[in-house]
C-alpha cells in the first residue's frame, strides 16, 4: 500500500478517499467497527458550528442540522 490510515471515522475516511482519488493504494484500518469511535459521536456541527453559535447565527446551526439528518 502507499498510504496506511490509521481510523476509520470521518477524518480517516476522508483522507483514505482522498489518496484513493490521487491513485494512491489505500489501507484503512479500525480498531472496531467504521464510525464506531469519536468522529460518530461527535455534536454533528460543521467546522466552525460553535463559531456560528457565538456570532448568533442560530438560522445557519439550524440548517446545516436540517441538511445531516
Known amino acids: 500500500f502507499d498510504v496506511l490510515v490509521i481510523g476509520g471515522g470521518i477524518t480517516g475516511a476522508g ?3 482522498d489518496a484513493a482519488s490521487r491513485g494512491l493504494s489505500v489501507a484503512l484500518v479500525e480498531m472496531q467497527d467504521f ?3 469519536t468522529s460518530s459521536r461527535s455534536t454533528k456541527l460543521v467546522h466552525g ?3 456560528y453559535l457565538k456570532q448568533l447565527e442560530v438560522g445557519l446551526v439550524a440548517e446545516v442540522g436540517r441538511e445531516r439528518e
Open 49 to 51: 458550528g460553535l463559531r
Open 35 to 37: 464510525a464506531a469511535g
Open 15 to 17: 483522507i483514505a478517499l
